[in-house]
């Protein structure tokens, strides 16, 4: 899975496809699906882009 916790902001303003290839590949780190980071914020059912 792809961190973006170098980009939280911008990331969390990602609503659609087009505005996630702007952030794509410029992501921290990958990390597997069972790894919990401290910074980790759930998004509020139905904002950002798959949400």
Same mark, same amino acid.
């Given at each position: 899975?792809?961190?973006?916790?170098?980009?939280?902001?911008?990331?969390?303003?990602?609503?659609?496809?087009?505005?996630?290839?702007?952030?794509? $590949?410029?992501?921290?780190?990958?990390?597997?699906?069972?790894?919990?980071?401290?910074?980790?914020?759930?998004?509020?059912?139905?904002? $950002?882009?798959? $949400?």
């Amino acid at each position: 899975m792809m961190c973006f916790r170098n980009l939280k902001a911008e990331y969390l303003k990602v609503t659609t496809k087009k505005e996630f290839w702007s952030v794509h $590949g410029r992501q921290d780190r990958f990390v597997q699906e069972t790894y919990l980071c401290p910074e980790f914020e759930r998004r509020i059912p139905g904002t $950002g882009y798959r $949400g």
